[in-house]
């Protein structure tokens, strides 16, 4: 009888064991690869199974079998490389997707090539329309002056002319335009604002700067809803060409309506978070509520210290140009600003400040230092978006303060156009802010930079331009390392938004979000990161993209 039992008990636990030990089937694995996980723990592997959305399992090749069942797609990678899906931290998806429709002026290298395009968008459209541009970049320029509305004006004269600079914070129309608004020689400028004029005629030269943009901007005809579906449309269809499954959106907020048909009808192919402007309402709270998907969430809520290096119109606490206007432009009142912050921090919400010169990111830090004072501590994670420099006695307390730095690599290509022309010792400061133990998240600033992430990685790795100059890099000792850029761009901006338990790494439990590439990141020379193509782009463990068949 005892013997009966041993033996029924053996059997029992021998089953119930291979139960546990039955391997659950994964319904995509990925094999034969080379996986940098942005696990610390476990750097590197060659297999990465996928089920119901997330990671199942990763390891080594030969481990692919036991996830392989009757229905599994696998797919033999055959050496190519995979991370997790890029995370755009800070980038304008409707502007993005409606530069389809836009005069295109990137590297536009005279004014001659300027009017040429605008000339040829003129033909396309009906009489009268408005013409919007984007990309134009004086930098580029035999003389590197900034262009007038005489550029627009000696060609066209019945057409409004809109056209912004590369930075996205400067405009460029002509007196079309400027009739429109009722500016004129008499017109202020705006606070945080500049309405450029001629110096001897004291005339407007159709150069506006900072908030100066607004004077002309609510003239121009609003997009219809079914323009911003297609917009945004594009702009995801871009986004996944490029291996981007998150982007964290700082379009116009009233977009959340069309980002919710877009959901609802199973659309978006990759997760979207929206940040929203100040001042803090109740409609915040009702949206947070409505938006809390993975796939479609509330981000943090925004506002602007200053301008863009580029426009010089960026907060420094010195000249940091030869321009004549060498302080740059702030926006809003240090009062008001504590104010909003005080508030928003009190109510629980993360806070998202853009400061882009020193003296702006000093600026966001006395707000933020005095909402911890007063409020109840908490983790906050507020960010500084777009910063380009901060001064070493502020480095201590933006790591104190736990704040995150939501940086755009690739704009540090511009700055070496430009670097006869600045003095500061440190701008991109992207090792610095790591060796003071500050998280480091990456964005494009789409369409004001170039969408592709791996653009910011080359150039946040290397700080040279596309040719290779300057030798060695500008400014060689805040180079990153390639793992480094990696993970500013995937854990590091899922962290930005709260969400580095559910992604940002390949981990079993995390989010299925992966970009497989035709080329190793680690191991090829840095000049070749720029050739990289993406194979797959894969979001919540689906293929939403697929080298050569879109």
Not at 73 to 98: M, P, S, T, Y
Not at 172 to 177: A, E, G, P, Q
Not at 360 to 372: I, R, Y
Request: net charge neutral; glycine share 8%.
């Amino acid at each position: 009888m005892k013997r009966n039992v041993l033996w029924v008990l053996g059997l029992f636990l021998a089953i119930f064991s291979g139960c546990l030990w039955k391997h659950p089937k994964a319904e995509l694995v990925l094999t034969e690869g080379i996986f940098y996980t942005s696990n610390p723990l476990k750097p590197q592997v060659e297999m990465v199974a996928i089920r119901n959305g997330r990671i199942l399992a990763v390891g080594k090749s030969k481990e692919a079998k036991r996830y392989i069942g009757e229905h599994t797609r696998v797919i033999k990678l055959q050496g190519a490389f995979g991370c997790a899906g890029f995370n755009d931290a800070h980038l304008h998806v409707l502007e993005g997707g409606q530069t389809k429709e836009e005069v295109d002026l990137t590297g536009a290298s005279s004014p001659l090539e300027i009017q040429k395009r605008i000339l040829e968008k003129a033909w396309k459209i009906p009489w009268g329309s408005w013409i919007i541009g984007y990309g134009w970049d004086q930098t580029l320029f035999p003389d590197k002056k900034w262009p007038t509305k005489k550029i627009i004006d000696d060609i066209i004269q019945d057409f409004p002319v809109y056209l912004v600079r590369f930075c996205g914070n400067v405009v460029l129309v002509n007196s079309k335009v400027l009739t429109i608004a009722g500016i004129t020689a008499n017109t202020p400028n705006p606070p945080g604002g500049e309405i450029v004029r001629d110096p001897v005629t004291g005339e407007p030269t159709g150069i506006l700067k900072g908030e100066a943009v607004h004077l002309v901007s609510q003239y121009m005809p609003d997009l219809p809803d079914e323009k911003k579906y297609e917009a945004i449309r594009f702009a995801l269809s871009e986004a996944k060409r490029f291996g981007i499954t998150t982007v964290q959106d700082e379009t116009p907020s009233d977009v959340l309506p069309v980002y919710k048909k877009l959901f609802e009808q199973g659309e978006l192919t990759c997760r979207i978070s929206v940040s929203y402007p100040f001042p803090v309402s109740m409609t915040h709270a009702s949206l947070r509520k409505m938006f809390h998907s993975p796939m479609l969430c509330l981000g943090p809520i925004k506002d602007r210290l200053d301008g863009t290096l580029g426009g010089n119109t960026a907060c420094f606490s010195h000249s940091e140009t030869n321009d004549p206007e060498p302080f740059g432009l702030i926006r809003i009142s240090p009062k008001t600003l504590n104010a909003q912050v005080m508030h928003a921090d009190g109510q629980g919400f993360q806070i998202s400040l853009h400061a882009v010169g020193d003296r702006a990111v000093s600026m966001a830090l006395d707000a933020f230092e005095l909402a911890q004072k007063t409020n109840t501590p908490r983790e906050s994670r507020h960010r500084i978006e777009e910063m380009v420099a901060i001064d070493s006695q502020s480095l201590s307390r933006f790591k104190n303060l736990g704040l995150v730095a939501c940086m755009q690599p690739a704009g540090l290509l511009s700055c070496i156009r430009m670097e006869h022309e600045i003095d500061h010792p440190s701008l991109y400061p992207f090792k610095t802010l790591l060796n003071h133990g500050i998280k480091l998240a990456f964005g494009s600033d789409w369409p004001w930079g170039v969408l592709n992430p791996l653009w910011g990685i080359y150039a946040a790795v290397t700080r040279q331009d596309t040719a290779g100059n300057p030798s060695g890099g500008w400014i060689p000792s805040e180079r990153l390392s390639v793992r480094e850029a990696i993970d500013a761009y995937t854990i590091g901006s899922a962290y930005a938004e709260f969400m580095d338990h559910l992604k940002g790494s390949l981990e079993p439990g995390k989010l299925a979000d992966i970009v497989i590439l035709d080329r190793n990141l680690l191991e090829i020379p840095p000049k070749e990161i720029l050739s990289a193509r993406v194979l797959y782009t894969i979001v919540d463990g689906k293929i939403v993209y697929t080298a050569g068949q879109e």
